[in-house]
């Protein structure tokens, strides 16, 4: 019983802040990258400095659970480590690697096998050894019992996700409406037809009706409907089932299909992409962001793997919504009456195949490039479906990622990290084959930064107001 609780006790090292002794504890279990943020916090740097830690001799001390301790006799210091080259060259992959560290640290099923074992020795050892009194020990054996039942649900029960499609009857399809759909036909202004070209289009003042209109428009502006000899009732058809296939999610919805396709229109346009591509190409292009996101549910892939939907089970925890948005693509353009691509060449899908990937995910995550008018309402609509996400983890006992838990994150963390080292980095390495976006995407998205940091200053600020007042009426009530 002494090693299972000197496995849990936590470890203390004492650093050299200014001059001044100060003592900082951490979880034998806690990342590397968390230590970093708390020797950081400890040494008031900001938390994203890359940073040394050395002893008083000045060798280096590796950052990690099984760093040595020390004593306030020998000081360790941090030291902001600043070879720019280096960082500006590694940052993205760096960031990449601490989301993936995160997530894997947060869902290891293993750690929670261990952990759950652990606790149940330490109970039935107490059983035996310490001669608890009865109404003690049925209380034990129930905990153990409750214990067992959580690891045994764990390991076999299958979560229904509610998808719309169940593809436990593999002989279902999809059956689209045969007659032509009854959206109305809109005749677009000159000034609607100029703003579709532009990041700047403005998303929310448009019915799903005029949503599906301009749609119909872009791939008849692109000369695809004319290349592929698609038939336009058809057309209309195809974008009528994808419209019934997205989900009133507060963000993974039929809007940000509309999104990402206007955006994905936009670059065509903007980095005269029409004189570059092949028309199959194109094809691919818009058809990917139409597509995206069908049949979302609502939880994303952690989720689906954690609780083990019927998604998750059936794709192996391989990339259960994505092959699941693919899978109801499919059975949609499977039917005749919505299969537009009969006359599109698979082979050529091929082509530039990465350039295309990137402009997806570009496209898929620029709702920050959009005026702040336009854009700050997307990031309220996420956070509602975060939050939505982990209640729902938190009430079946599964784990929450902190950048999803509602008591954790704010608007403006939520966003200053994401923009800073992933849409930057990505809209910057893409300006570098097309310079013409930097003025239209890559400069909005360093105001968008800017915004978000003056708005966390504020935070901050308040935040640390409302604590001096706390502190002062507490002293004032000591006083009387």
């Known amino acids: 019983m002494g090693s299972s609780s000197s496995s849990y006790a936590p470890k203390t090292v004492y650093l050299d802040v ?14 590397p990258c968390d230590i970093r943020e708390l020797l950081c916090t400890s040494s008031n740097i900001a938390r994203n400095t890359a940073i040394l830690l050395v002893d008083s001799e000045g060798a280096l001390i590796s950052i990690d659970p099984t760093m040595p301790t020390n004593s306030p006799s020998n ?22 690697s601490q989301v993936a ?8 099923i293993n750690e929670l096998k261990t952990e759950v074992t ?46 719309k499609y169940n593809f436990s009857d593999d002989g279902k399809k ?38 599906l209109s301009c749609l119909e428009y872009m791939y008849h502006d692109l000369g695809l409907v004319k290349e592929f000899n698609m038939n336009p009732i058809t057309v209309k058809r195809w974008l009528l089932a994808i419209q019934e296939n997205y989900r009133d999610n507060p963000f993974h919805n039929f809007r940000h299909c509309f999104c990402v396709s206007q955006m994905m229109y936009g670059m065509l346009h903007l980095c005269n992409l029409k004189d570059k591509l092949s028309m199959t190409d194109m094809c691919v292009l818009m ?11 609502g939880y994303n892939n952690t989720y689906q793997i954690n609780a083990r939907t019927e998604l998750a089970v059936r794709y192996n925890d391989i990339s259960p919504l994505e092959n699941h948005h693919c899978a109801v693509a499919f059975q949609i353009l499977s039917t ?12 050529s899908f091929r082509q530039i195949r990465q350039l295309k990937l990137v402009m997806i995910k570009c496209c898929d995550i620029s709702n920050e490039v959009r005026p702040t008018e336009v854009a700050e309402p997307w990031v309220d609509c996420l956070l509602e479906e975060y939050f939505m996400q982990s209640d729902r983890e938190k009430s079946e006992g599964l784990p929450v990622a902190p950048f999803m838990d509602r008591d954790k994150v704010t608007k403006p963390t939520a966003q200053i990290g994401f923009i800073k080292f992933v849409l ?28 978000y940091e003056e708005l966390k200053q504020i935070d901050d600020a308040m935040s640390e107001a409302q604590k001096k007042k706390t502190e002062n009426m507490s002293l004032g009530g000591n006083k009387k």
């Open 75 to 96: 000081l360790y210091k941090v030291v902001p480590h600043t070879s720019e080259g280096e960082v500006k060259e590694d940052v993205f992959q760096n960031v990449l």
């Open 118 to 163: 652990n606790r149940l020795a330490v109970l039935e050892k107490r059983v035996e050894l310490e001669g608890l009194k009865v109404v003690e020990i049925e209380k034990c054996k129930y905990d153990m019992k409750k214990l067992r039942d959580e690891v045994m649900s764990r390991a076999s029960v299958r979560v229904n996700c509610n998808c």
């Open 287 to 297: 058809t990917a962001a139409v597509c995206h996101d069908l049949d979302h549910p």
């Open 101 to 108: 560290e995160q997530f894997s640290r947060a869902f290891r």
């Open 174 to 211: 999809l059956s689209p409406r045969r007659d032509v759909p009854s959206y109305p036909k809109y005749t677009l202004s000159q000034e609607t037809i100029e703003a579709l070209k532009k990041p700047t289009f403005d998303v929310w003042h448009w019915e799903h009706n005029e949503m």
């Open 18 to 31: 200014d001059g001044k002794v100060q003592r900082v504890i951490f979880s034998r279990h806690c990342s």
């Open 336 to 347: 005749p009456e919505c299969n537009i691509f009969a006359n599109v060449e698979p082979e």
């Open 424 to 451: 930057i980095p990505m809209f910057e390495t893409f300006m570098k084959l097309f310079p013409q976006i930097e003025e239209v995407m890559v400069q909005p998205l360093r105001d968008s930064r800017d915004h």
